[in-house]
């Protein structure tokens, strides 16, 4: 069974501020990781995506994550908030084994502040 | 432009009343998939197909059915909906063609109300 876990449901962060929202997994097989940013009354949109390869993927707006294999993770972090980033934050993977299946975590709500 | 539309965007319906949530894209994609979005319990996938009449089960598909008789639109329906299905739904849609990571593009949600 897959499980994807975010621990933090918000995350107040004053802006200019670094943040990180934590995501882990559990599974028994390999996977693929997904960030997606969910913005108010809005959709999903990709933010990043790690497949293979260098575990340091950078996305839109800012954005990168660290694939970290022996602590199963996949946190993202931005080193400077904006305003326009309050939203909230979806960790996704699939499994190598049936990439059409996804599992997301519970969600992040990152709330900037002036 | 290129998007994925749901309609409609608002339901209010009583139990056991039979709907139909359609969705569609204009991206030519092969894969699309229905999720729900629940508090506290982020998004989870009701049902996804990869292409025209190939679809298959996601983490939760009881309560609902899908067809895929057209490449462009993949309806949700719920014969006989109960208030726990009350959510909000997204449809996505993906390239596909078998390959693994293929951006998901989702629609704009539809929120349900079973009464």
């Known amino acids: 069974a897959q499980s994807v876990t975010q621990l933090d449901s918000q995350v107040p962060v004053f802006e200019e501020a670094p943040v990180e929202l934590r995501c882990n997994y559990s599974?028994?097989?390999?996977?693929?990781l997904f960030w997606y940013v969910q913005y108010p009354n809005q959709g999903l949109q990709l933010l990043l995506k790690y497949l293979s390869g260098s575990t340091l993927v950078k996305g839109i707006n800012g954005f990168e994550a660290e694939f970290n294999k022996s602590q199963t993770s996949f946190h993202l972090r931005k080193p400077s908030v904006h305003i326009s980033d309050t939203a909230e934050y979806f960790c996704a993977v699939s499994r190598f084994d049936n990439f059409n299946k996804f599992y997301f975590g519970s969600g992040t709500k990152l709330n900037v502040k002036p | 432009e290129a998007q994925v539309t749901q309609n409609p965007r608002y339901l209010i319906t009583v139990t056991g009343k039979k709907l139909t949530v359609t969705c569609s894209q204009n991206?030519?994609?092969?894969?699309m998939s229905w999720y729900r979005q629940d508090p506290g319990l982020g998004l989870r996938q009701i049902y996804y197909?990869?292409?025209?009449?190939?679809?298959d089960k996601g983490d939760v598909p009881e309560g609902y059915k899908v067809s895929r008789k057209e490449k462009r639109n993949f309806p949700l329906i719920l014969e006989s909906p109960s208030p726990n299905q009350t959510s909000l739904y997204f449809c996505?849609?993906?390239?596909?063609?078998?390959?693994?990571?293929?951006?998901?593009?989702f629609g704009p949600g539809t929120r349900l109300l079973v009464l």
């Open positions: 197909s990869m292409n025209v009449e190939v679809t």
């Open positions: 996505a849609s993906s390239l596909g063609r078998s390959r693994p990571g293929e951006t998901q593009y």
């Open positions: 991206m030519n994609h092969e894969y």
């Open positions: 599974s028994s097989v390999s996977v693929y």
